[in-house]
Structure formats: structure tokens, C-alpha cells
């Protein structure tokens, strides 16, 4: 199965900060790597498709890109409503896995 | 707008039966690729499984960890997808959520539209 780590585990931050979390594959893998939002006892929110491509209706202030086996979720200035719990997702192969996700809180 | 509705959570012991429905409504069902996402209590969130298209084979896939034990299936004359899960154990608590998953293209594999979940509760 391929892993998907996610760093930090958590991090604080205050609004207008920009925010960088990391998802890195145990093996090499295609650009089909999603990125989620979720707030709590909410589902989750497709944020970024294909490592870089953003979801329809998702603020451009969210942006993915991808080296070799580590790919990355750029929030460049945090807003009030972005704080929440953010995973990747692999599609590469199967199992079709997440990261153990990444919990944004207010500093 | 896609609306996903998942139904038929509630608890049940170990080793017993529950079967999960999701109903779709504003998409194309039966083009439509489905997956099952699960979420422990406090935990991240875990695949389960997708369900192709029949167009598409309609074919199955699924986590080892529910692997023969788990059956997703579809009823595309009622738009309605299901998850029939046996044995469960303890470890099977949580939220189940349906998904429609992008079919291979740009959005291959990626989770656009979710329902608010199901809650399976596994306790003797």
C-alpha cells in the first residue's frame, strides 16, 4: 500500500499567515493526489484535484503543487474560515489512501 | 447541485449486519463512479471502497481491511447506492460517507461530492 505523511500534524497560525502543509508518498506516484477540507461534523470539501488543479468554487488563495514524491497545499493568507483539518488523497493505486491530516488552529 | 443522502447507520453488535443506502439526486447516476469513505470517532478518514459505472464494467474495488466482508452495489433505476456490510467488528465504528469519485481524466480519483454521513455504531 502506498503511505501518505502528512506534516506538521498540526499547526497554529493567525490570519493573513501563509500556510504550507506537506503530504509525501512512501513510493513514487502519478499527479492524482486530491487535497480535503474538513471542519468539524462536517464531511469534507474537495479543495485540489490532480495535485494542482483547484476545485470549481474554491478560493484562489488555495494552490497544490507536486515534486517527485512530495506534494504540497499553500494557503497564502489565512481567513477565519479556513481553520479545519486538511488531508491529501492518493489515487495511484489501490488501496486509494489518505494522509493522517493536517489540523490548521488559530495561534 | 449533487445532493448525496446515506441512510441505515445505527448500532449493532460484533459480528452482525447493517446495510448502508446513499441516494443521489442532481447528478448522472448511472455514468456516475461511488465510493465509501469512513471516519473513526476522532480519527482521519479511510476508503472503503468504489463502484464503477456499469457502463464502465461496474466493477468493485475495496480496503483489505473490509475486503469479503463489505459489498458495495448500485440501483441505477432508483439512483441509489449501498454499502452491505457483515461481521463487523469494533473497529468498523464510525461515520460512513458516500462520494461520487471522478471517472479517469482530469479528475480521476478525486472526491467532489459528499453526503453528511451515516453513523455505524459496532458495541455489544
Redesign the interface.
Known sequence: DIQMTQSPSSVSASVGDRVTITCRASQVITSWLAWYQQKPGKAPKLLIYAASNLQSGVPSRFSGSASGTDFTLTISSLQPEDFATYYCQQADSFPWTFGQGTKVEIK | EVQLVESGGGLVKPGGSLRLSCAASGLSFTDAWMIW?RQAPGK????VG?IKSKTDDGTT????PVRARFTISRDDSKNMLFLQMNSLKLEDTGMY?C?T??RPG???????S????TLVTVSS
Open positions: 469513505v482521519g478518514l479511510e476508503w468504489r474495488d475495496y480496503a483489505p460517507y462520494a469519485v471522478g482530469f479528475t480521476y480519483g478525486s472526491f467532489a459528499w453526503g453528511q454521513g
